[in-house]
Structure formats: structure tokens, C-alpha cells
């Protein structure tokens, strides 16, 4: 029984903790990059016109986060054209570090815009390319391209280009993560705990809820690569 509730609390991690962390650290650092190439060959202000409609949902993410785990927002900007650290935008939030809950938020206020970004892509897929996922539903490549409006396909794919070179972590935001890190696993290790004893076996966890949190991070951090190679090659020396 041990080692069943064992393998459940290391699923949980894994799935809930290990994967969101990894998985973003990964898309952060190819982003950074694509990001980098951007800055070199255009200027400091490539960033801000290349990735505008993303750095607002990036720090909208962040604000979003802040509000449900109740920090207070000081300050705000969506988008700025950048400032001497060149920051393009940020949330400037107070919280008491004596609140476990407003602890926990920090781990998803600085996670938030992986997440937020991830959702405003499936919204721009969903009215421009809806194919696409009727596609991933029911795995067939059939209709992928059958019936395609070409303005809101190129709309489509302008935004996602923006917002996936808006996906790069700052060093505040993993500085969030880490804060509230703690907090996180300890949750996790409680839930663990009625979990063991809903779940019917030990690879119930991962069907349900573990495969899905991979697929989102592999198409994620696809795209990114992506959009990387797409803009080395197109910069390059």
C-alpha cells in the first residue's frame, strides 16, 4: 500500500510540478534565443514589434494570477517599447509572505504566462484554423487544409508567431516560481493523499491527466523550435 501511494505522489510531482517546470524552462530558453536573433540582426527594438500582441498576454497572465491568489497589483504595463533593463512589460504585485496561499500563487503567477499564452493560441486556432483541431480530435489529417479562409489562416499564424516570442520567462518570473515552489509541493503531497485512494490503479493518473500536460508541452515547445530554426534561418549570417 506504501509503495502504491508512493508511486501515486511521484506521478503527482511529475505530472504537476516536474513537467510544467522543465517543460518551461525549455520553451523559455529556445524563445529566449529566437529572441536574441531578433535583437542582433533588427535592433532592441525588434522584440516589441515582433512579439506586441504576446507581451500583452503574457503580462495579462501574470495579473490574472496575481488577482485570484490575492496579491495586490502596484503597478502594471502591458507593453512598453522598453526601458534601460529592456523589460517589455511587468506586473509589480505585493504579497504576505506569511499567507500560504498567496506563497502558492507566486509558483503561478511566475508560470502564468505559459499557460495564458497556451490558451490564447488555442483561441486563435479555434476561429482561424479550426481544422487544425478538428484534426487533433480525431487524429486524421484528412480535412486539414479542406475549406481554409486564407485572411484568417494568415491572421492566425501572425498571432501565433507573436505570441509564441512572448513566451520566454523573465528572471523575475523564475524568481516567482521558485518562491512559491515549496508551497506547490507541499499542496501536491496533501492531494496525494485522497487521490491514492480515487484513483483504480497507478496508471490511471498518468491517462487521465499526465498525457494530456505532455501533449500541451510538446506542441508548445514544437512550435517554439519552429519559429526558432524559421527566424535563424532567415537571419542568419
Known amino acids: ?15 504537476a510540478l516536474v513537467m510544467p517546470f522543465v517543460g518551461s524552462a525549455l520553451i523559455s530558453a529556445v524563445t529566449k534565443r529566437t529572441n536574441q536573433v531578433l ?8 522584440q516589441y514589434y515582433f512579439s506586441f500582441c504576446g507581451i500583452i498576454i503574457h503580462e495579462l497572465s501574470h495579473a490574472a494570477m496575481a488577482l ?14 522598453g526601458d534601460e533593463n529592456q523589460k517589455l512589460g511587468y506586473v509589480s504585485h505585493a504579497w504576505n ?3 500560504f496561499y498567496q506563497r502558492l500563487g507566486n509558483f503561478f503567477i ?3 504566462p505559459i499557460f495564458g499564452i497556451g490558451l490564447a493560441m488555442w483561441g ?8 487544425l483541431i478538428e484534426a487533433i480530435q480525431y487524429r486524421s489529417l484528412a480535412g486539414l487544409w479542406f475549406d481554409i479562409t486564407w485572411w484568417k489562416f494568415g491572421i492566425g499564424l501572425v498571432l501565433t508567431i507573436q505570441f509564441c516570442l512572448a513566451l520566454n520567462l523573465s528572471d523575475a518570473d523564475w524568481q516567482n516560481v521558485r518562491s512559491g515552489v515549496v508551497s506547490y509541493a507541499g499542496l501536491i503531497s496533501v492531494i496525494a493523499i485522497p487521490v491514492f ?41
Open 124 to 131: 486563435v486556432t479555434y476561429f482561424c484554423w479550426p481544422q
Open 97 to 99: 509572505p506569511k499567507s
Open 1 to 15: 500500500m506504501m509503495q502504491e501511494f508512493l508511486i501515486i505522489w511521484g506521478q503527482l510531482l511529475l505530472i
Open 39 to 46: 535583437v542582433n540582426r533588427l535592433g532592441n527594438r525588434a
Open 197 to 237: 485512494f480515487m484513483v483504480r490503479g497507478t496508471n490511471e493518473l498518468w491517462n487521465v491527466f499526465g498525457r494530456y500536460g505532455l501533449y500541451f508541452f510538446v506542441i508548445m515547445f514544437s512550435l517554439s523550435l519552429v519559429i526558432d530554426i524559421m527566424f535563424n534561418f532567415i537571419f542568419k549570417d
Open 110 to 112: 511566475g508560470m502564468g
Open 68 to 81: 485570484i491568489f490575492r496579491h495586490k497589483i502596484d503597478q502594471i504595463s502591458l507593453v512598453q517599447k
